[in-house]
């Protein structure tokens, strides 16, 4: 069982840069990839970005690359997502999850619970 805690979640002028914190427990997180989905109101829930367990491999949706860095830090059972240039379609529920590498949600079957990122004008 793996229980994942997201934060950094906040308000943010466009242009801005925020850092998404996902913090696990319950098991040794280098057993996972784990990936980065966001929800806006409304929409489906979409992939971002995914890391492999080592972290040696990622990938991102379009939508993200160039601004968007996945990193983790298995020592300390936490997952970074770096946004920089955050646009007004950024904002979303921001949700971290672990399981197979992949950029679907079921390849992924432990969830956080999300934390909110609104990017304003």
């Known amino acids: 069982q793996v229980q994942l805690h997201e934060s950094g979640g906040g308000l943010v002028q466009a242009g801005g840069s925020l850092r998404l914190s996902c913090a696990a427990s319950?098991?040794?997180?280098?057993?996972?990839?784990m990936g980065w989905f966001r929800q806006a109101p409304g929409k489906e829930r979409d992939f971002v970005a995914v890391?492999?367990?080592?972290?040696?491999?990622?990938i991102y949706a379009d939508s993200v690359k160039g601004r968007f860095t996945v990193s983790r830090d298995n020592a300390k059972n936490t997952v970074y997502l770096q946004m920089n240039s955050l646009k007004l379609e950024d904002t979303a529920v921001y949700y971290c999850a672990a399981g197979r590498w992949g950029m679907v949600e079921s390849a992924f079957g432990y969830w956080g619970q999300g934390t909110q990122v609104t990017v304003s004008s």
């Open positions: 319950g098991r040794i997180l280098s057993m996972y990839a």
């Open positions: 890391i492999s367990g080592s972290g040696t491999s990622t």
